[in-house]
């Protein structure tokens, strides 16, 4: 048994804890990226495009939501290659995190959508807009407002999520906590770190998201 | 080259381990909801430092990954000098972290009662737990349930990241038949289906329940807990 908390042999490695926070961060921007992308694609097709878009969306929104992160993280880093897509484990690992965000990023701006009253489109068209203009001014924008919290709540989560990709030797924070762990034996202080490192970015993000949120409609009503 | 193909011996080997992924959820269903009830409580009770303590447990466990929350129970318990069963690390671990998210869906619940409810009871001479126990929980439990039932969901889901402190459960078993069989597509394939199968109808009685009983219940800019990045 250990008698006390020695922190000091790991903070000796902190331009490994560094890097590992910085490959966090880079992996939680682009998925949040890429997965508002396909969440915005995904909402409008549903509710705007063709019937027989609509049917599939549903179906990978509610395969998506239905299973573990984890199993999609395995599929896409073990399968893929067997289609001639030689991917690295970071390119697999943002490529699971964005089509995962993207199943609830669809489903929430779908809900913003629907909540949208029939008669501000209808209003909107009688003044001559565009389709395109209408989807974007009339729908999205107001849509988009509405369900910002939600949103930044799932990038919060999506923040947090990256943390498995070290599953499939992602070099993310996770990942050099566990190499950390095998280097030093002090796996008890290492995880103390690493969580304080997660609290504080989780706490930095929902400041960020709040002040975007503030900026981003502050003049439109 | 694979050593073997995916035939039904695989198929029945992911199975199997499927009921070691049940058995895990119901555990952490139950250990989390007990605390959950706890944990609400608490934090709805008078006294101030209590609801603090409660509030600082909710912010650790809902603000780290879960995942690192496992590691700190596995390994982390080597440094009180005993090695934990994966099993014990991941029951302990999963109900705690899901006390935190049930203790705020039931306080939700809890606090969407009219003040009033509180007041008739003090009125009647009832002190805290007895006002909770016999007037407001009852009314806030058609609050409390679509979204419990739809916690239920994260819960099966997040059971998979038990397969990496070595436990051998659905994702684990995957991972073992993909490592002799070659053939990830149809193994993952698989094994998705089986969540799905487990998730999906938790998925349809909870929007159901929601449809049916939950208006108005979150209060405005306020977001529904029921949402996991695992």
Redesign the interface.
Known sequence: ??TA?QFGPILVHLDLLLRGLEKTIQLAALSILFGTAIGVLGAVGRSFGPRFLSWPIACYV??I????????L??VF??LP?FGFKLSSNTAAVVALSI?LGA?ATEILRAGIEAIPEGQIEAAKSLGLSRYRIIRHVVLVPAARAVY??LS??FI??I??T??VG?IAAEEL?AV??NL?MQTFR??EV??I??II??VL??AASLLFAGIGKLMFRWKV | MSLRDFGPNELMFLLLATRWTILLALIAFAGGGLIGLVVAAIRVAPARPLRWLAAGYIQFFMGTPILIQLFMAYYGASFLGYRPDPWVAAAVTFSLNGGAFFGEIFRGAIEAIPKGQWEAATALGFRFVRTLRLVIIPQAIRLMLPPTVGFMVQIVKTTSIASLIGLTELARAATQVNTVTFQPVLVFGTVSLIYFALCWPLSLYAGYLERRFATGMTRKGETPLVMSAV
């Open positions: 048994m250990q908390l509610e395969l939501r239905n299973t573990p992160l984890l199993i999609q395995y599929f073990f399968s067997l995962h609830y919290p939600s709540a799932q989560l999506q947090m999520g943390s498995i599953a996770t906590a566990n762990v796996s008890f995880y103390i690493i969580a997660y609290f989780v706490q």
